[in-house]
């Protein structure tokens, strides 16, 4: 079987452009990333000019409206993300944190002048966009953040440090959430703008065919255009991230399904007491309960894409899809590594390569817990963090 999806004939619930957005972003990432992606993960590094590429390709923004975005469908976009982390969670974060979060934040709460300047530029891939919420102590309870901007005059004067930022150090423009005394609001800061740096993560354990950076803001002056004027609380963040964590759920998704598929292909040749090991029972169990899991997680994102296009989706329920589908993807890896034996812990094979990744897609955008906490307080109404 060439996709473990075909089990349950899933792929018959997608439209015909459905399928031909995510075969052509398969295609593509198979032609042009995927013979590099490892030797990318062991150094740890992500190439800059595969923004460009990336642009090309449409899938930047790929869900939003005008500026030169595509104007996909939710289903769409997250079919584009399966095919992105099928390959590496890194580049299906550079994606989610370029559109969902840097684009996406703009898109809903800048000005027509903020989106005529950045919109067109971050969707080709020409400019690279990053989005600075966590911080070194906060990262569960933003509303903590010690980030500040203060008026002087006709400006703001910021002043902080954001900590675990995706595409930090590649970034042209960051979206910076500070506290005001209105409250939390978010300012555009343009690299190059005096006070403001970065600085890579580096020795990562995950994540690595991805560029994780601190930002730091020291007497960073702003103009007022700089500020997003419709973003007037915390809430605005918050929304960014939903947009984020949706493609999450349909990313594990291809995580899960690549492991799958390695698993499915190594244990077909590989001969031992003279059979393939797929012959064996306790690997067919190993492959069938996987596939039942990974099923059931294209099921959910499925479900919920269609909230999302009916403007129903709500945050209980991305907490829902975001906690199934990455607690699965990454038990898939693990199991899948199993399979492979020793093999399982080269660079030549992709499980352990996405289960180390997991490992941050498990963290970043909400822990478990916290997903946990927001099904909980759906379920009882009362607010267990708070």
């Known amino acids: 079987m060439q996709d473990p999806l075909e089990l349950l004939d899933i792929p018959s619930l997608l439209s015909d452009e459905e399928r031909d957005i995510q075969a052509t972003v398969a295609a593509y990432l198979s032609d042009h990333v995927r013979p590099h992606v490892a030797g990318w993960f062991e150094e740890g590094v992500l190439p800059r000019e595969l923004a460009r590429e990336l642009g090309k390709l449409g899938v930047l923004g790929m869900h939003l409206e005008g500026y030169g975005c595509a104007g996909t469908s939710a289903l769409a976009y997250g079919l584009a993300c399966l095919e992105l982390e099928a390959v590496d969670s890194g580049i299906r974060s550079f994606v989610s944190v ?60 910021l002043n902080g440090t954001k900590m675990w ?5 590649l970034a042209d423009v960051a979206t910076v959430w500070a506290q005001t005394e209105e409250g939390i609001r978010g300012f555009l800061v343009a690299r190059g703008t005096p006070g ?87 690997t067919q169990r190993k492959l069938a309960t996987m596939s039942v899991q990974v099923s059931n997680s294209m099921l959910l994102a499925l479900h919920l894409a269609k909230l999302k296009e009916a403007g129903t989706l709500k945050p209980e329920q991305i907490s829902m899809g975001k906690y199934n589908n990455v607690e699965a993807a990454i038990a898939i890896a693990r199991e899948s590594r199993t399979i492979l034996g020793a093999n399982g812990i080269s660079l030549e094979y992709s499980p352990l390569r996405h289960a180390n990744n997991l490992e941050s897609v498990l963290t970043y955008e909400g822990t478990s817990d916290i997903h946990l906490l927001s099904i909980g307080h759906a379920l009882t109404g009362i607010a267990a963090f708070r």
């Open 165 to 169: 930022i995706t595409n930090g150090g």
């Open 196 to 282: 403001f740096s970065t600085q890579d993560i580096k020795h990562k354990l995950s994540m690595r065919a991805s560029v994780t950076s601190e930002l730091v803001l020291e007497d960073v002056r702003l103009p007022e255009s700089a500020r997003l004027p419709l973003a007037t609380s915390l809430r605005a963040p918050l929304s960014c991230l939903n947009e984020a964590r949706f493609g999450i759920v349909f990313g594990a998704v291809g995580a899960a399904r690549d492991s799958l598929q390695a698993a499915l292909d190594y244990s077909g040749t590989r001969i031992q007491f003279d059979r393939p090991i797929a012959g064996f029972q306790l």
């Open 98 to 157: 370029q559109g969902s979060l840097s684009m996406f934040s703009i898109w809903k709460y800048g000005s027509e002048e903020q989106k005529q300047e950045w919109l067109p530029r971050l969707a080709a891939g020409e400019a690279i966009g990053c989005f600075g919420l966590t911080e070194p102590d906060f990262g569960s309870n933003p509303s903590g953040m010690r980030t500040r901007a203060v008026r002087d005059g006709s400006d703001w004067v």
